[in-house]
T-cell receptor, first 116, second 114 residues
Framework: AQKVTQAQTEISVVEKEDVTLDCVYE???????LFWYKQPPSGELVFLIRRNSFDEQNEISGRYSWNFQKSTSSFNFTITASQVVDSAVYFC?????????????FGTGTLLAVQP | KAGVTQTPRYLIKTRGQQVTLSCSPISGHRSVSWYQQTPGQGLQFLFE???????NKGNFPGRFSGRQFSNSRSEMNVSTLELGDSALYLC?????????????FGPGTRLTVL
């Protein structure tokens, strides 16, 4: 069975601090995709990044960076110099490749509160 | 390009009623997936449609159904509403079925069942 675990339920930081959101996944498939989404209070899930299982290169996009490690089945997300606008719930998700499905399996989310 | 739109944004119903939610995908996207989000169960997959065909279904009772039209717009229906159906229903649009398509979500419909 596939599963995504986000052990951190809530994180509170002060603006300009760096913060890392953890994501651990479980799957027996060798080909899969991992995603991060942001859900602000408005409710819409905003796509942040997609990574496939064959690409373990870390990625940086502005203040955001992602660390994918197959050896530990982790796909962690770091926000550098956090800002109040980063306050949201962040979801990690897993999607399997192959077959006629795009079903996303989500973790339980991490609520990030950035205090001014 | 316009994003995914969902209507209505808010809905209040009573137990036993039925409800229909609508989703218009991003132009050119042919697949629509639906998810239910509740505080207790989190985000759960409901179903996925491609070319008017249901490609996958989550573990929900038969009271939950959906369909997709030839213009890729989708509707989901919940009959005989229960209190536990109160949730945020999110629609996601993606280009095609199968494979690693990125799903783009709409703002959701918040359903409250009294």
């Amino acid at each position: 069975a596939q599963k995504v675990t986000q052990a951190q339920t809530e994180i509170s930081v002060v603006e300009k601090e760096d913060v890392t959101l953890d994501c651990v996944y479980e799957t027996r498939d060798t080909t899969y995709y991992l995603f991060w989404y942001k859900q602000p209070p408005s409710g819409e899930l905003v796509f942040l990044i997609r990574r496939n299982s064959f690409d373990e290169q870390n990625e940086i996009s502005g203040r955001y960076s992602w660390n994918f490690q197959k050896s530990t089945s982790s796909f962690n997300f770091t926000i550098t110099a956090s800002q109040v606008v980063d306050s949201a719930v962040y979801f990690c998700a897993l999607s399997l490749y192959g077959g006629a499905t795009n079903k996303l399996i989500f973790g339980t989310g991490t609520l990030l509160a950035v205090q001014p | 390009k316009a994003g995914v739109t969902q209507t209505p944004r808010y809905l209040i119903k009573t137990r036993g009623q039925q409800v229909t939610l609508s989703c218009s995908p991003i132009s050119g996207h042919r697949s629509v997936s639906w998810y239910q989000q509740t505080p207790g169960q989190g985000l759960q997959f409901l179903f996925e449609y491609f070319s008017e065909t249901q490609r996958n279904k989550g573990n929900f009772p038969g009271r939950f159904s959906g369909r997709q039209f030839s213009n890729s717009r989708s509707e989901m229906n919940v009959s005989t509403l229960e209190l536990g159906d109160s949730a945020l229903y999110l629609c996601a649009s993606h280009y095609a079925a199968g494979g690693p398509d990125t799903q783009y979500f709409g703002p959701g419909t918040r359903l409250t069942v009294l």
